[in-house]
């Protein structure tokens, strides 16, 4: 549902008769790709800035991958109403593109809904501060294409290695598996459990892989 859908079906309660007024409100969003984002872009973090900068209400958003499911989001636009104010730590966290961020402020903008970024200011439709958010938004997609292009490369380089493997690394180095070869040789599976604390499915794994028989 496109933000002025939602704001025009709040202005309705269920039962089909007008919402109680009320006055203006600050509510406050924040988004992260997983709940363990650093950087001072927690959710923790963010909702710190938040009540500081005044928020009453917050809605929060959390997903990983390229997901454009924001369910929180969707929540708050369908509170708002003329007269309120959205609070944000960083022009970025209202979304992933710079298209669909302009696009999201300027509908709320023509409703009369002021937006407070952290990061920036309070957004107006005035040309110089249009073309401020633009290339705020512009240089955080292009720090974001910069990490993916680096974690992009930095695996081609791994994968040159003979001995890399995509995924976990492994718990245990060649040289303590090596040790628990050596020590199979006189020893049962238990005893060698016992001496070295490996688990047994562990050290049978490594065993099975070498083609040891015991």
Request: glycine share 8%; charged share 30%; net charge neutral.
């Amino acid at each position: 549902m496109k933000s002025d859908e939602i704001l025009e079906a709040d202005a309705q309660t269920v039962s089909g008769t007008e919402a109680p007024e009320r006055g203006p409100k600050t509510f406050g969003y924040a988004r992260v790709s997983s709940r363990g984002q650093a950087d001072g872009n927690s959710l923790e973090a963010q909702e710190e800035k938040l009540i500081a900068a005044g928020a009453e209400e917050i809605y929060k958003d959390v997903f990983t991958g390229m997901s454009v499911d924001r369910p929180e989001l969707t929540k708050l636009l369908a509170k708002v109403r003329s007269g309120d104010t959205i609070v944000v730590a960083k022009l970025d966290r209202l979304g992933r593109s710079i298209s669909k961020i302009s696009a999201l402020i300027s509908d709320l903008l023509a409703k009369g809904i002021a937006i407070n970024c952290l990061d920036v200011g309070m957004i107006s439709n005035d040309a110089v501060n249009t073309l401020m958010c633009n290339i705020l938004l512009a240089f955080a997609q292009f720090e974001r294409d910069l990490i993916v292009e680096r974690t992009s490369e930095g695996k081609e380089i791994a994968r040159r290695d003979p001995s890399w493997r995509e995924g976990r690394p492994q718990a245990y180095g060649k040289k303590q598996r090596d040790h628990w070869m050596e020590l199979l040789k006189d020893h049962t599976y238990s005893q060698v459990v016992e001496m070295t604390g490996v688990s047994e499915s562990t050290l049978i794994r490594e065993a099975r892989k070498r083609g040891f028989r015991k």
